[in-house]
């Protein structure tokens, strides 16, 4: 069993930057697969970006060059660095993890891009 715990979320002006984190109990975090997705009001949930055990890195097109996820498999930690934020940014951002049939989903932590 593995539970999610994000933070980092807020109020930040467009062009700005936020880091979000998400913290992981449990064991065996360096197995997961970490993820970070986000749903806007009215919209889909979309995949923001990804990464495999391994470390390597996928990211949705609409956040390429403005946005890093990275791990700390001591920390068991995720993150999410957010660099020009744009309106169209705001969501609810929530991580995940997958391990063969396991997933697990945190919370959530809202972001909210505005002047």
């Known amino acids: 069993q593995v539970q999610l715990v994000e933070s980092g979320g807020g109020l930040v002006q467009p062009g700005g930057s936020l880091r979000l984190s998400c913290a992981a109990s449990g064991s065996f975090f360096s197995m997961y697969a970490m993820a970070w997705h986000r749903q806007a009001p009215g919209k889909q949930r979309e995949l923001v970006a990804g990464i495999t055990r391994g470390g390597n890195t996928n990211y949705a097109d609409s956040v390429k060059g403005r946005f890093t996820i990275s791990r700390d498999n001591n920390e068991k930690t995720v993150y999410l660095q957010m660099n020009g934020l744009r309106p169209e940014d705001t969501a609810v951002y929530s991580c995940?993890?997958?391990?063969?049939?396991?997933?697990?989903w945190g919370q959530g932590t809202q972001v909210t891009v505005s002047s």
């Open positions: 995940t993890a997958n391990w063969g049939l396991r997933e697990y």
